[in-house]
């Protein structure tokens, strides 16, 4: 039954996605008028609209009742699903967002006393408000340089040696991003060494995958090769950043270390009473490999995006572009310029780094109003 929905979805998503976009387009800019349109599509890619196909499944399950708590058709056929794309019988739960994810997986992985090793531009050192701490009952976050916002094993090794034994919080987790926040993608050697490296000193390692798929997709790969097959044990599977509203998946690899994780997501109020809701947009992205397809679209826009502003413009990114997000190095009056013309996005390392993300969503008519725009606001400037 979703096969065949999946199958019909498929058909005329590319068109609903398009019309999406322009009714948006169309709608905000019947208020152009008055002051510059808003322009989002590159601020975040949690600024896109839900994708057609998880829209649909939505409606679909919103077409009926059924048990709550996950005891549901959907919430099965998602883990059935997730369980064949990784080609392992694997432990999935759903909770709402990204941080919850990151937090109880982490918590999950240790004890109060123990401490994560992460890149120092992780999400979970810097946009989870201390959640993995707080979860977890005080678990420290290891901070770590690198370059391209990748995990430097030489620079891990330096800080574990600066640990003082018992007066320091004993490493016990490894923490890496796919895609990082970089917008670069950890290739399957490099995660198999960090993976020998982690098994040689007894620590786990965690993916926080909310691009998860932007990273299968650059690298064309079987799911499986970058993570349980690579050592990762536990991953946070992103489904808002690729065409979701809501709702992460935490996987863990190992059977035994997802041990009572249902109790720590009801305590910290992560159990879904109407989890079909959650379960069934995955559905929507997991069928016909449409969060594949959306990534590969997201990939290609940010690749397009970095070709046209290097091209057109000059303008080389900071960090290669691997995923779906690009960075530059802008002077703050062309930001301010552009921020003028209705442009949303924000500056992600100090002094002058920007990010422009890219999503499903995003056409090649935005990639070409934001270089027109790039180009008009260079032109004014002294
Ligand atoms: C790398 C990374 N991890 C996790 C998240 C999830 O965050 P949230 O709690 O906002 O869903 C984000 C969102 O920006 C992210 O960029």
Known sequence: MLGIIGQAIFCTASRQRDRVCSAARSRVGKLAMARPMDRYEFESDNTAAICPESWAALAEANAEGAASYGDDKWTRRVSERVREIFETDCEVFFVFNGTAANSLALAQLCRSFHSVICHEHSHIETDECGAPEFFSGGSKLLPIPGANGKLDLAQVEAAILRQRGVHSPKPRVISITQSTELGTVYRGE????????????????????????????????????????????????????????????????????????????????????????????????????????????????????????????GMKPAFPCEASAVFLRMPEQLVAQLHGRGWHFYKFIEPDIYRLMCSWSVTEEDIDDFIKDVKSSAGTLS
Request: one cysteine or more; proline letters at 2%.
């Open 190 to 313: 490099e995660i198999e060494r960090i993976a020998e490296f982690a098994r040689q000193r007894s620590l786990f390692l965690h993916m926080d995958g909310a691009r998860f798929a932007n990273a299968v997709a650059a690298l064309d790969c079987a799911p499986k090769a970058i993570t349980w097959k690579a050592g990762v044990e536990s991953l946070c599977f992103g489904g808002t950043k690729n065409g979701t509203a809501a709702g992460e998946l935490v996987v863990f690899f190992k059977k035994e270390l997802a041990r009572e994780f249902d109790y720590r997501a009801k305590q910290a109020g992560q159990l879904a009473s109407k989890m079909r809701f959650l379960a069934a947009p995955w559905a929507g992205l997991l069928n016909n490999n449409v969060w594949l397809e959306n990534a590969r679209r997201a990939n290609e826009r940010a690749k397009m995006l970095a070709e046209k502003l290097t091209s057109a413009l």
